[in-house]
Structures are given as structure tokens and as C-alpha cells.
């Protein structure tokens, strides 16, 4: 029996998620379907209940429900813990295991797709929400020199940094107080450039080797990347490569084989 995976949200027909599963389960011989579920914004479980009832083997999980994910599994790994949200659901049974792979993703894509290591680099991440929790454990786990995080309410930057100071060296504050300091990699975890804002980045913290990652992708340069090469940077990278990357670890803990991600990036990007 052909085993059924999907992707839950509201909305969700603009997902790539099925187009990307379905080209690792060709390339990897796994026998899966895959397909979208739109649930209603108050109906989560109920639509998790029903797919599970139908033989549903997992899910990723996107908005408006990763804390929804968060609270009905019955088993999370450290990172979910970390990120304090779900983007993937395993289920075994009763049981439903609950990660969270944005993180993973992210470094993977950094660290293997662009060849850049993260160990003794000086890491800018910018934002303090959602986005910017589920990376900070991974990317502390790479060892860099220093993870700074800037946001713009400047006390939930200390506080985010303060939680995890016994994994590293991070800091919290706002973006003035970076204003003076370079970074070897900026990563733009806000959700401006969905607005067509950009963050009040300084243009002393970049350097033309600087990697610029903005974790939204799009069909052409976002605003932060815009303003990043404006500031002299010549290196950047869209957030293309962390969705399809956060996928395969997805699709490692499902059925315990990692795709090779650079064909899909490849295809989508074309």
C-alpha cells in the first residue's frame, strides 16, 4: 500500500511542497503520495484526525498551525523544543512525533549547497519571532565565533539570545547595536520582505564576501537582497534552497533516506 503524506495549512495551494516530495520519491524509489490539505483555521485537528483515520503516515506542517502541531504531538524532538513550533509530523500509530527542520534546513543549504562552513564565522540574524527561533539552536550547533541577534523590539532579541547563551556565544539587542560590527553571514528571518520593507540594516556590518540569506524566496531578488548588493555585497541566497532542504529532512525522518536536494533546486529555481 502506497504510504500518504501531505502538507496542512491555510492557505496551501501555492505550497511547492508537493512538487518537491513528489520529485524525491522518484528519485529515491520511495513508494508515497503526497498531496495538500487547505484545513480551516480552527479546524487543525480535526483535519489531522481525519487524515490520520484515512492511513496518513505524515505532515508538514506550515501557517497558520505550526504551534497547532506544536501542541497535538504527543512526542517532540530538542529542536521542536527549541523552536517552540512544528513543521513536521511523524505518526506511528497513537503516537505523533513532532520536529521541526527549518533549522536544518537553513544550515544545510548555507553549508552544503553554497560550500560556506558556519564554524568561527560572525552570524547576523535578524528578527526575533517564529522564523528566527526555529534556526538559532542549529545554527549555534555549527559553532560560529558569534551569533548576534537583532530585532527591532529590542527585548525579545536579549531575550531569545539569553535562552540559549549556554550553547554559545549570542547576543541580543537591537540593530543600532550592531550597527559597527561585521558579519561573515546576514540572515534576514523578518518577514519585511514579504511587505516590500527591508530591515534597518547597517551597511558597515556587511563586506563584499558577506553572505546575504533572506529566508523568503520569490521570483526575483528580495528587497533585502536588493539593498545587501546596493551595500556592496556580491554573495546572495534566497530562501529556495532552505524550503527544499527543511523538505528532505523531512522526508529523512519519514522514510529514512536523505534525497540529494540539488536537482529540485535546480528544476525549481529554473
Known sequence: MTDRYAVIGNPVAHSLSPRIHAAFAQQTGEDIEYGAILAPVDGFAAAVGTF?????????????????????????????????????LKFDGASALGDNTDGAGLVADITIRLGLPLAAKRILLMGAGGAARGVVLPLLEQKPALLAIANRTVEKAIALAARWKSRGNVRGGGYGDFADERFDVIINATSA????????????????????????????????LATAKSFGVCRGADGLGMLIAQAAESFLIWRGVRPDTGPVIATLSA
Open 52 to 88: 490520520r483515520s484515512h492511513g496518513g503516515c505524515g505532515l508538514n506542517v506550515t501557517v497558520p498551525f505550526k504551534l497547532d502541531a506544536f501542541a497535538l504531538a504527543t512526542t517532540l524532538t530538542d529542536r521542536a523544543e527549541s523552536a517552540g513550533a512544528v513543521n513536521t
Open 193 to 224: 520582505s514579504l511587505s516590500g520593507d527591508v530591515p534597518p540594516l547597517s551597511k558597515r556590518a556587511c563586506a563584499s564576501a558577506t553572505l546575504a540569506y533572506d529566508m523568503v524566496y520569490g521570483e526575483r531578488a528580495t528587497p533585502f
